[in-house]
């Protein structure tokens, strides 16, 4: 990290924790309305400033520019609107003193975050590009993985057109197996090819019942793999703000009644009611809220331990009860919860500001490890930087299963293909 940017990181944190300070003196059941304004700003203040010193990494870039916009979202819609906010927050009647906490646990976690920022950490332009490993039989076996995966992992017993039911995590985690395909591709044209029908057919299956986030994650990861050569970050801006403006458009398409020009206007209209915000992202907040609310319920020892089971479940799975706090507060009358929760709002109930901090610098090691690869020429972790950047709308909105659980799995599948990758190669070495 450049003096520059060191001392910038310094201002950065010295006006953060005033602030925080601040906000908590302030904060009371009469929390008034320009002081939540004040709250919401300054979180769009620290991420913006975040995002202006990533400019330079591409992929790091657009993984903080999907927080942007996520923030963003809570932003317009709730912190400046609190007097008229998404009837999700009017199910438990959130007050304003409990938006005012939950903005203050969002700058407890950029006040980590922001050492994402490295030094040296430019893209090296033919990470992907080079041809690398090739292996063809392991990457029939992945395009298999996809092609089987909904029909092993998936039901769909309520009928097409009808969302069902993920009956196996390893139904989202197929996108593990494409990111081994591309790596043991060898950058050819037939094993590309291979990997992505079959991807898209598990990407088209995913969408008929309703599934968008494993397709967003895979054409995220595809992106990304086939164009980062070429790709800049004022690219990057140009096409976020396409997408986000298209995607308003077709989430006002569907609350509509019929396709017509005065449709067409209707759509147009919400868009703009809306202010081009994700319903997605303030959502995912109203649960975050729920699961801070749901602290009331638990004394401290009784949240340490929903978070030891957390830490269990990354390594055991399904079976441990724990690891699903989401449904543990969608369980609970008190609480209205439909799901997920913003990555911060987990940490903070398993153990208050100084789990916010250390999931903070859990998620920041891991992105510096794996996003700084100019300095970095290992496979692993160059692949990681996709499947992170692929699945930021998950981790971040939904759930941190997907950078903590999900870097688990992947390293099982990447040091398994690995191992018969270097067998086979072996193999054919003695043949010769």
């Known amino acids: 990290m450049s003096g520059k940017i060191q001392i910038r990181i310094i201002a950065y944190e010295f006006v953060s924790i005033l602030t925080i300070l601040l906000e908590l003196l302030l904060e009371s059941n009469n929390t008034n309305k320009e002081l939540l304004i004040f709250a919401g700003l300054f979180c769009m203040g620290q991420i913006i400033f975040i995002v202006w010193n990533q400019k330079k990494n591409a992929l790091l870039f657009l993984s903080s520019l999907f927080i942007v916009y996520f923030l963003y979202s809570v932003v317009v819609r709730v912190y400046l609107q609190v007097d008229d906010l998404p009837y999700i927050f009017r199910y438990t009647a959130v007050t304003r003193m ?42 029939w076996t992945c395009a298999l993985v996809c092609l089987l995966s909904p029909f092993l992992f998936y039901d769909a017993s309520n009928g097409y057109g009808k969302r069902g039911s993920i009956s196996s995590p390893l139904y989202e985690y197929t996108c593990l197996f494409v990111l081994i395909g591309m790596m043991y591709s060898g950058r050819k044209k037939k094993n590309l090819f291979a990997l992505a029908m079959a991807s898209g057919f598990w990407c088209l299956h995913g969408l008929a019942y309703g599934e968008r986030a494993p397709a967003l994650t895979v054409v995220i990861i595809w992106g990304c793999y086939l164009i980062l050569p070429r790709i800049t970050s004022g690219l990057i801006l140009l096409c976020s703000i396409a997408g986000i403006t298209l ?55 009784e949240r340490i331990r929903y978070g030891l089971g957390y830490i269990k479940y990354i390594f055991a799975g399904g079976r441990v009860q724990a690891g699903n706090l989401s449904m543990i507060v ?82 099982i599948v990447y040091g398994f293909f690995y191992l018969i990758y270097r067998f086979t190669t072996k193999s054919v070495k003695q043949r010769i």
């Open 98 to 139: 409990e938006l005012l906490r939950s903005a203050v646990i969002v700058q407890i976690f950029f006040c980590v975050y922001v050492y994402t920022i490295k030094s040296g950490s430019e893209i090296n332009q033919n990470v992907f590009k080079e041809s690398g490993r090739c292996n063809k039989y392991i990457v």
């Open 247 to 301: 995607f308003s458009l077709v989430g006002s398409f569907r609350g509509i009644s019929n396709f017509s020009l005065a449709g067409i206007q209707e759509a147009l209209e919400g868009m703009l009611t809306e202010r081009f915000a994700s319903d997605t992202a303030y959502y995912a907040y109203q649960a975050g809220n729920a699961i801070v609310r749901f602290e009331s319920y638990n004394s401290m020892l």
């Open 330 to 411: 969608q369980n609970n009358p008190g609480t209205f919860h439909q799901g997920g929760g913003w990555i911060m709002f987990y940490a903070h109930f398993w153990g208050g500001a100084a789990a916010v901090f250390l999931v903070g610098a859990y998620v920041a090691f891991i992105i510096n490890k794996s996003f700084a690869l100019k300095s970095s020429n290992e496979t692993y972790w160059n692949y990681l930087a996709l499947y992170i950047v692929g699945t930021v709308p998950r981790w971040f909105l939904y759930s941190p299963a997907q950078i903590t659980r999900g870097v688990f799995i992947y390293s």
